[in-house]
């Protein structure tokens, strides 16, 4: 039974929490581990797919989540060199900041009777011999070379309802409204090209970005994290159920990481609390994230060997979208 079986996640950001909402949902107590402390920002893009209302419905938490009024999102404008392409979301998406999203299932989670150790664990620690659940992000080492790094920084000023893309030199920056009258500028640059710039994301923009930037007010300094590594492990369990950016870290321009996140969240915490064999849970994941992750690698590829205008004239945006959710 569900009700006799002790979860250990190591881990509090959303996939963490989803599993820890979803276990303990299934009768099983629940032991979260996190080395850091909440609130706080985060390098994210901060949009939050239109599909991930099911998922916060099904975990009991879209009440929650509507009280903190996020920003609704309903249009997507790419700026590729000279080409702009803009369609419409088949659903408003949301976009709601880091801290106050991680805030929101944190709390939600320890509400619903998950003990909270503000520590670090390693994967075989906790107070189950059980497999436990690894949420912990991203721990893909990379050789220094052409590593990339990501960046955010929070600013006031006008976004309107479009998450707008910019595409130039290696680099991209999403652009979108978030909750409270803000907006983020989130991206992600090669070392090099930062390193030239001293670490100052906005002495990389130019033209309209550029001009867009210089007409909001910043609200914080940037943030930049990194090397990011564009990998999975659906083949592989390492003796946990793997979730969220550990089960695989996707391209960000995807705008379906924090998707994904709670999904993966949420089906280990099932798994975990069924004792679901590892094997199993992680066949389950590469059905859902495998078209996903294939899609974006080849996107990546193309836009690295310049052929990001082209790939603009001729796939349409809708598409493109559509390819790049997880499958349901």
């Known amino acids: 039974m569900a009700a006799d079986r002790a979860v250990s996640i190591i881990g509090a950001g959303p996939a963490g929490c989803a599993a820890a909402l979803a276990?303990?949902?299934?009768?099983?107590?629940?032991?979260?581990?996190?080395?850091?402390?909440?609130p706080r920002h985060k390098v994210c893009g901060e949009f939050l797919s239109p599909e991930i209302a099911g998922v916060l419905d099904a975990l009991g938490l879209w009440p929650s989540f509507s009280a903190a009024r996020p920003a609704r999102l309903s249009r997507v404008v790419l700026h590729i060199g000279k080409r702009r392409k803009r369609f419409s979301l088949p659903q408003p998406a949301y976009s709601?900041?880091?801290?106050?999203?991680?805030?929101?299932?944190?709390?939600?989670?320890?509400?619903?009777?998950?003990?909270?150790?503000?520590?670090v664990a390693k994967s075989g620690a906790g107070p189950s011999a059980e497999p436990p659940i690894v949420a912990h992000g991203r721990q893909t080492p990379t050789r220094r070379g052409k590593r990339l790094f990501g960046f955010k920084a929070h600013f006031r000023g006008e976004a309107g309802d479009?998450?707008?893309?910019?595409?130039?030199?290696?680099?991209?920056?999403?652009?979108?409204?978030?909750?409270?009258?803000?907006?983020?500028?989130?991206?992600?640059?090669?070392?090099?090209?930062?390193?030239?710039?001293?670490?100052?994301?906005?002495?990389?923009?130019?033209?309209?970005?550029?001009?867009?930037?210089a007409r909001l007010e910043?609200?914080?300094?940037?943030?930049?994290?990194?090397?990011?590594?564009?990998?999975?492990?659906?083949?592989?369990?390492?003796?946990?159920?793997?979730?969220?950016?550990?089960?695989?870290f996707i391209d960000p321009f995807t705008g379906s990481g924090i998707l994904a996140a709670l999904m993966t969240g949420k089906m280990a915490g099932q798994a975990a609390a069924r004792s679901i064999p590892l094997e199993q849970y992680a066949t389950m994941c590469?059905?859902?994230?495998?078209?996903?992750?294939?899609i974006a690698s080849t996107l990546r590829s193309l836009l690295g060997a310049g052929l990001a205008e082209s790939l603009a004239t001729l796939v349409p945006g809708p598409w493109l979208y559509r390819l790049t959710r997880p499958s349901f």
Not at 24 to 37: D, M, N, P, Q, W
Not at 235 to 242: D, K, S, T, W
Not at 286 to 294: F, I
Request: glycine fraction near 10%.
């Open 23 to 38: 276990a303990l949902a299934e009768g099983a107590s629940v032991t979260l581990y996190e080395k850091s402390r909440f």
């Open 218 to 248: 910043p609200v914080f300094d940037w943030l930049i994290t990194g090397p990011l590594v564009f990998r999975d492990s659906f083949r592989e369990h390492r003796g946990a159920y793997l979730a969220g950016d550990a089960v695989g």
């Open 96 to 119: 709601l900041s880091r801290y106050a999203l991680d805030d929101l299932l944190l709390r939600e989670a320890v509400a619903r009777g998950a003990d909270l150790k503000i520590a």
């Open 162 to 213: 479009a998450v707008e893309m910019f595409f130039f030199r290696g680099c991209y920056v999403g652009l979108s409204a978030v909750e409270g009258g803000v907006v983020n500028v989130c991206g992600v640059a090669p070392e090099e090209l930062l390193r030239q710039s001293g670490f100052r994301p906005e002495s990389l923009f130019h033209g309209e970005l550029s001009a867009r930037i």
């Open 286 to 294: 590469r059905r859902m994230l495998s078209r996903q992750y294939s």
